[in-house]
C-alpha cells in the first residue's frame, strides 16, 4: 500500500486513507506548516515586487513618483506636506444630484450580521377581508339614508 507525502510537512503518513489523511490535515502541526508555507510565499512574492521597481526605477523606466505630488502633479498647488487627500473629502458629488455630499450606500443587515425583522402572519397586517360582492379596490357606492 503506498504511503501518502504530506508536502507541507515533509513527512510520510503510514497509510493512504481518508480518515488518516484528514486526521493529519486537521492537525496543530499540520496546520501551523500549512500557514507559514503561505506566509513564506507571500514574503517572497512581495520581496520580488519591490526588486522589480528597484530595477525599473534604477533602469530609467519609471521617472517620476505619481505619489510624491512634485512638479509634475497635475492640478492646484497643494499645501506643503500634504499629498494624498483624507478619504471621502474629495470625493466627486454622486451623478445626478449636483452639489450634494457623497453618501456612502446603507448597509444590507445581511452583511453586518444582523437579523432581519421578523416577518410577522401577512394575513394579519392586511386586514379583515372584504364583504362578498364587493370588488377589491374599488369603493362601494354611497347609498343615501332616509331623508
Not at 496543530?28 to 506548516?33: A, L, V, Y
Not at 510565499?41 to 510624491?68: C, R, S, V, Y
Not at 446603507?106 to 372584504?130: K, S, V, Y
Amino acid at each position: 500500500m503506498p504511503k501518502y507525502y504530506c508536502d507541507y510537512c515533509d513527512t510520510y503518513l503510514t497509510h493512504d486513507s481518508p480518515s488518516v489523511r484528514k486526521t493529519h490535515c486537521t492537525g496543530r502541526k499540520h496546520r501551523d506548516n500549512v500557514k507559514f508555507y503561505y506566509q513564506k510565499w507571500m514574503e517572497e512574492q512581495a520581496q520580488h515586487l519591490i526588486d522589480a521597481t528597484t530595477a525599473a526605477f534604477k533602469a530609467g523606466k519609471i521617472t517620476n513618483n505619481p505619489f510624491a505630488g512634485g512638479p509634475a502633479a497635475a492640478g492646484p498647488p497643494k499645501p506643503a506636506g500634504v499629498s494624498i487627500p483624507p478619504p471621502n473629502l474629495g470625493a466627486p458629488p454622486r451623478p445626478g444630484m449636483p452639489g450634494m455630499p457623497y453618501m456612502p450606500p446603507m448597509m444590507n443587515p445581511m452583511m453586518t450580521g444582523m437579523r432581519p425583522p421578523p416577518i410577522l402572519n401577512p394575513m394579519a397586517m392586511m386586514g379583515p377581508p372584504p364583504p362578498l360582492g364587493t370588488i377589491p379596490g374599488v369603493r362601494p357606492p354611497i347609498m343615501n339614508g332616509p331623508k
